[in-house]
């Protein structure tokens, strides 16, 4: 059982930025697969990026190149460095936990936490 508790999200003005945290229960957090997701006002739930128990890692396209995703493994915790947001990016995000190497896949997600919002003003 893995206990996800996201933080660090707020409001923000177009062009800056917030580090996203994901404080993990658990002492098998470093075998596990982590990925970000987030769901705006209306929209489905997507991928935003993710990182393999080996520390590689994927983005969707949409965030490539803004946002960095990372993982302390000593703190059981996961990041999600946002920079240049934007106002699309207003969303709630949220962390999950999964055994699989596939990040992308939301389905392959066992564990979720309860989501943190960001909203970014134009």
């Known amino acids: 059982q893995v206990q996800l508790v996201e933080s660090g999200g707020g409001l923000v003005q177009a062009g800056g930025s917030l580090r996203l945290s994901c404080a993990a229960s658990?002492?098998?957090?470093?075998?596990?697969?982590m990925g970000w997701f987030r769901q705006a006002p209306g929209k489905e739930r997507e991928f935003v990026a993710g990182?393999?128990?080996?520390?590689?890692?994927d983005y969707a396209d949409s965030v490539k190149g803004r946002f960095t995703i990372s993982r302390d493994n000593a703190k059981t915790t996961m990041y999600l460095q946002m920079n240049s947001l934007k106002p699309e990016d207003t969303a709630v995000y949220y962390c999950?936990?999964?055994?699989?190497?596939?990040?992308?896949?939301?389905?392959?997600?066992?564990?979720w936490g309860q989501g943190t919002r960001v909203t970014v003003s134009s």
């Open positions: 999950a936990a999964t055994g699989s190497y596939y990040v992308r896949n939301q389905s392959n997600y066992a564990y």
């Open positions: 658990g002492r098998t957090f470093s075998s596990y697969s």
């Open positions: 990182i393999r128990s080996g520390s590689s890692t």
